[in-house]
């Protein structure tokens, strides 16, 4: 596969329940790409990658990967697809070397040699009851599992949520590994705003069941800023770049530092400082 293939495109998918609707949502993700997917709890982080999974049905839209439509190419679809998401719960009682051998049936690529590596590598002991593992040993076994078939894409929903931070040290480093070679992706949603600083090439915001705000993170560092000015005019209120303002003492938030500077000069009002904003406090804006 070359570097901007389309391994995922989403267009128009909505899911509704009854106190809850999920989209319309559009999502393209390249090759070559690490994606974050952000957002508050229950903004549909994990009803969009079920969807995707097909553990549940969407109301509308089109999803294809690997510019095939899901529906109609399933198997070979998911063959390709390695994930993390709390599936294996019903599998309890089978020890981690019987849930192995189980889901090596599923995926024609997944490597035996790989999986005895990464269970030394993450400590797992296989003759384990999955149900009796602890809550961050069941994520390293899960990502494991993600990991032992050659696929071209990783759906990981919160990967390092409850593991140790040595384990969480290795995933980041087995997820660089695993695009090493340009042509796969990864979809990875997350709370933890060091990952995404890390790992993700752009970051799409989910809000209430919406996609907000798609970022880079060097838009976030050339646009968004921290303004401390003389004074605060009502005019402002009306500026389409303008995410927060207070009082005490003065200050802006913005999103286009330059139009923001520019308009602070036609009004004669003095910039007393300007910080650029972090990620983490970036997404405290967008996700709120
Ligand atoms: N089977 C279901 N029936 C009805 N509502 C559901 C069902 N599954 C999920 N929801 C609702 O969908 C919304 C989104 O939930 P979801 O688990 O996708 O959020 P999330 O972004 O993954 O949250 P978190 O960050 O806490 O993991 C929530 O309001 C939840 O109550």
């Given at each position: 596969?070359?570097?901007?293939?389309?391994?995922?495109?989403v267009e128009g998918l909505t899911?509704?329940?009854?106190?809850?609707?999920l989209g319309p949502i559009d999502f393209?993700?390249?090759?070559?790409?690490?994606?974050?997917?952000?957002?508050?709890?229950?903004?549909?982080?994990?009803?969009f990658?079920?969807?995707?999974?097909?553990?549940?049905?969407?109301?509308?839209g089109?999803?294809?990967?690997?510019?095939?439509?899901?529906?109609?190419?399933?198997?070979?679809?998911?063959?390709?697809?390695?994930?993390?998401?709390?599936?294996?719960?019903?599998?309890?009682?089978?020890?981690?070397?019987?849930?192995?051998?189980?889901?090596?049936?599923?995926?024609?690529?997944?490597?035996?040699?790989?999986?005895?590596?990464?269970?030394?590598?993450?400590?797992?002991?296989?003759?384990?009851?999955?149900?009796?593992?602890?809550?961050?040993?069941?994520?390293?076994?899960?990502?494991?599992?993600?990991?032992?078939?050659?696929?071209?894409?990783?759906?990981?929903?919160?990967?390092?949520?409850?593991?140790?931070?040595?384990?969480?040290?290795?995933?980041?480093?087995?997820?660089?590994?695993?695009?090493?070679?340009?042509?796969?992706?990864?979809?990875?949603?997350?709370?933890?705003?060091?990952?995404?600083?890390?790992?993700?090439?752009?970051?799409?915001?989910l809000?209430?069941g919406k996609i907000?705000?798609?970022?880079?993170?060097?838009?976030?560092?050339?646009?968004?800023?921290?303004?401390?000015?003389?004074?605060?005019?009502?005019?402002?209120?009306?500026?389409?770049?303008?995410?927060?303002?207070?009082?005490?003492?003065?200050?802006?938030?913005?999103?286009?530092?330059?139009?923001?500077?520019?308009?602070?000069?036609?009004?004669?009002?003095?910039?007393?400082?300007?910080?650029?904003?972090?990620?983490?406090?970036?997404?405290?804006?967008?996700?709120?």
């Amino acid at each position: 596969m070359n570097m901007n293939t389309l391994l995922l495109e989403v267009e128009g998918l909505t899911k509704e329940y009854e106190n809850y609707s999920l989209g319309p949502i559009d999502f393209k993700v390249e090759a070559g790409m690490i994606v974050g997917l952000v957002g508050a709890n229950g903004s549909g982080k994990s009803t969009f990658f079920r969807v995707l999974m097909r553990v549940i049905q969407e109301d509308k839209g089109r999803i294809e990967f690997f510019g095939k439509d899901l529906h109609t190419n399933e198997t070979e679809i998911k063959q390709n697809i390695g994930y993390v998401g709390e599936l294996l719960d019903v599998y309890e009682y089978l020890t981690i070397e019987e849930l192995a051998s189980l889901i090596y049936y599923w995926y024609p690529s997944w490597n035996k040699d790989r999986f005895e590596y990464l269970a030394k590598r993450y400590e797992i002991n296989k003759k384990e009851k999955y149900g009796k593992c602890s809550k961050g040993t069941k994520k390293k076994v899960e990502f494991i599992f993600s990991l032992c078939p050659d696929s071209w894409l990783l759906l990981l929903d919160e990967p390092t949520a409850g593991v140790d931070i040595v384990s969480q040290r290795k995933i980041k480093e087995d997820l660089m590994k695993y695009m090493d070679d340009g042509d796969k992706a990864i979809v990875l949603a997350t709370h933890n705003t060091e990952e995404l600083n890390q790992l993700c090439d752009s970051i799409y915001v989910l809000r209430h069941g919406k996609i907000s705000d798609t970022l880079n993170k060097d838009d976030i560092y050339e646009n968004w800023s921290r303004v401390w000015v003389s004074r605060i005019p009502e005019t402002i209120k009306n500026h389409i770049s303008i995410i927060n303002t207070s009082l005490t003492p003065p200050q802006i938030v913005t999103n286009n530092i330059q139009s923001v500077e520019e308009f602070l000069k036609k009004e004669e009002i003095t910039i007393n400082h300007t910080q650029r904003l972090s990620l983490e406090e970036v997404l405290e804006y967008l996700i709120e």
